[in-house]
């Protein structure tokens, strides 16, 4: 069983930064795939930026480059550097692990386990 915990969220301006982490436990981190997923009031949760188990990243395509995944293995953690921040960026941001795949998931289904979530809020 693993366990995440996410942390990082907080309140920023339009044009701002923000640097989300999650830390994993009881698993063998490594050989999972991460991804962080976000969900806006009133919306479905969606994805935003995964890795796999050897670095590979994959982004939604509305984030335009402004988010960047990466992953320590060592230190069972993975972060979401979110940088240009907008007001429509607002949402619970969450932590998620899957099996590893040779194609790298974008829905929910395909991930297993999950962190409480951090509230992210940009404001303009």
């Known amino acids: 069983q693993v366990q995440l915990v996410e942390a990082g969220g907080g309140l920023v301006q339009a044009g701002g930064s923000l640097r989300l982490s999650c830390a994993a436990s009881g698993g063998t981190f490594s050989t999972y795939n991460m991804g962080w997923f976000r969900q806006a009031p009133g919306k479905e949760r969606e994805f935003a930026a995964a890795?796999?188990?050897?670095?590979?990243?994959y982004y939604a395509d509305s984030l335009n480059g402004r988010f960047t995944i990466s992953r320590v293995n060592a230190d069972n953690t993975v972060y979401l550097q979110m940088n240009s921040l907008k007001p429509e960026d607002t949402a619970v941001y969450y932590c998620?692990?899957?099996?590893?795949?040779?194609?790298?998931?974008?829905?929910?289904?395909?991930?297993?386990?999950w962190g409480q979530g951090t509230q992210v809020t940009v404001s303009s």
């Open positions: 890795i796999s188990r050897t670095g590979v990243r």
């Open positions: 998620a692990a899957g099996p590893n795949r040779a194609v790298i998931s974008t829905m929910t289904k395909d991930y297993d386990y």
